[in-house]
């Protein structure tokens, strides 16, 4: 497709993230810095935080900078993650410059057989024809870790 949907742009983009923030086994210390580096063309300068995902509080994160150095952080210290969004649902503000999508989140660390799983909410803006994250947070308030997910 030329020009796929909005809607397919912001699920490319939600899935390239997850895999930037999955890390193999044997993946160098210096292969998961490069990966935490490289995260800048998904958020906007000026991203809001505002999530708690497997006991750690993220919403004293202000910005893209800081947000990208505190995943690079986070990488370094994980063995293995893999990183998943499922039921993705999105939507549209009537201009179609913005957008809200609301996901659940699962997590497998360290080579956990149960997830650590949370609904996330964000908000998208488009900026030059490319969609990117201004606003993240958890919803709901029970995070919970389990296989019971989607």
Avoid at 28 to 36: I, K, M, P, Q, T
Avoid at 38 to 55: H, K, R, S, Y
Avoid at 75 to 98: K, V
């Amino acid at each position: 497709m030329l020009f796929p949907s909005d809607d397919k742009r912001i699920h490319k983009l939600l899935n390239q993230l997850a895999a930037r923030l999955s890390v193999r086994p044997n993946q160098s210390a210096l292969s998961r810095l490069a990966r935490g580096s490289n995260l800048n063309p998904f958020f906007t300068p000026d991203i809001v935080v505002d999530i708690e995902i497997a006991g750690r509080d993220w919403s004293d994160v202000q910005g893209r900078d800081e947000l990208v150095q505190t995943i690079q952080a986070a990488l370094a210290r994980l063995r293995q993650s893999d990183i998943r969004f499922y039921s993705i649902a999105i939507g549209f503000s009537p201009d179609r410059q913005t957008a809200n999508a609301h996901m659940i989140a699962l997590a497998y660390l360290n080579g956990e057989t149960d997830p650590v799983v949370h609904e996330l909410s964000m908000v998208l803006k488009k900026q030059e024809r490319k969609w990117v994250i201004s606003h993240a947070q958890t919803a709901g308030d029970h995070p919970s870790r389990g296989a019971d997910g989607p």
